[in-house]
């Protein structure tokens, strides 16, 4: 298996800098995913990985071997691409056998893998199929199995399940993270979809402008987000957030005062303007007053199955809270919310850093 390490990387396209001093080591067997919105350099960090762009500067390193020169055919990767790419003339075995004959691999030698390919991923049934005989998750399927027979030790997946359905998605998803477990390869996931990067990522490079704005393990990407702009795009629905000043740890906004007691980080300071954010699931509310607990009304509600999403105004600011779904809030009704302030972050407005 092998490691991956990117040092002081820089991609320019004329004078537009793509990718900024980039560093980054992913282990061996790591699931690493990069994740931002669209334009952010992701796709491309990807890329210059694959060899499939030349960088401006920096190196790459691929099991302690420099190849930031090198071709994509010697860097010992695999890749599956947003389409599928498949050769529609060619069976499933055809599309899976074609670059072994290219690489002058004997016959066993493909037979084998291809059979323990199509195994993994259930597609033996498919083999003499084209893919016009497939559905969009069959031929994803293929495609990552095309990766899959070449027999290396880093795979890069590049938004591979962004033109299927959701359900369809959900199913892929679990398939990839039993095939990372199952063959402990070092894999680089790139998605703007962060319910697949906190469900598949061992660690999640959240990026923007080229530029990683945290590197964590998913749960402390989504509990203690380094800044605003990581905070707002991971979670779904996002986190609420309040406009405020902070003094010797009590956020204050208008007549709304709240004691940041138990808060997991340093709101001892005294600032002018900074953001709360509370996440949904950590707001109780109640129709009754409880000590600590603050008014809101409510404006209102949004069922989504398993749970619904209740909108109040807190002090003036709309606020996401997750309820049980048969509990029902009638629209302008005064509730009473129980913040839980140490899974809650605040954000310095001028540096938009967490406190």
């Known amino acids: 298996m092998s490691s991956i390490s990117i040092k002081d990387l820089k991609l320019n396209f004329g004078a537009v800098e793509v990718l ?3 560093t980054i080591d992913v282990a061996e067997g790591e699931f690493l995913v990069l994740l931002g919105p669209s334009g952010c350099g992701k796709s491309t960090l990807l890329n ?3 060899g499939l762009l030349d960088v401006s500067d920096g190196q790459i390193f691929i099991n302690d071997k420099n190849v930031t020169w090198e071709e994509p055919k010697d860097r010992g990767i695999g890749m599956v691409f ?18 072994l004959k290219n690489a002058g691999l004997s016959k066993s030698d493909i037979a084998q893998r291809i059979k323990r390919a199509s195994e993994i991923l259930q597609i033996e049934p498919l083999l003499k199929r084209k893919p016009a005989a497939l559905s969009g998750g069959q031929r994803q399927r293929v495609a990552i199995g095309r ?11 590049d938004e591979p399940l962004s033109n299927l359905d959701a359900k369809l998605r959900s199913e892929l998803r679990v398939e990839i993270k039993r095939l990372h477990a199952r063959l402990e390869n070092t894999m680089i ?3 703007h979809d962060q319910i697949e990067a906190l469900t598949l990522a061992d660690r999640i490079a959240v990026m923007k402008g080229g530029i990683i704005q945290q590197l964590a393990d998913p749960r402390t990407i989504y509990n ?33 005062s709240i004691p940041l007691a138990g808060y997991d980080g340093d709101a001892s300071g005294t600032l002018s303007k900074v953001k709360l954010g509370l996440r949904p699931e950590h707001i109780a509310v109640s129709t009754n007053a409880t000590p600590g607990s603050v008014p809101a009304i409510v404006d209102v509600e949004e069922p989504m199955g398993s749970d619904s999403l209740l909108w109040v ?43």
């Open 20 to 22: 900024k001093d980039l």
């Open 48 to 50: 210059c990985i694959a």
């Open 82 to 99: 947003q389409s599928y790419a498949l050769y529609p003339q060619m069976t499933v075995e055809g599309n899976l056998s074609f670059g």
């Open 147 to 157: 990766a899959l027979v070449r027999d290396v030790d880093v795979f890069l997946f």
């Open 189 to 191: 996931y790139v998605t």
């Open 224 to 256: 203690k987000p380094t800044n605003l702009f990581v905070a707002g795009f991971i979670g779904s629905p996002s986190m609420s957030f309040l406009d405020g000043s902070l003094s010797g740890g009590v956020f204050q906004a208008g007549d709304l």
């Open 313 to 355: 105004s807190l002090g003036g600011q709309p606020v996401s809270v997750r309820i049980e779904p048969e509990v029902r809030h009638p629209r302008g009704s005064e509730v009473y919310l129980s913040l839980d302030i140490p899974k809650a972050s605040v954000f310095d407005m001028e540096t938009e850093q967490r406190l």
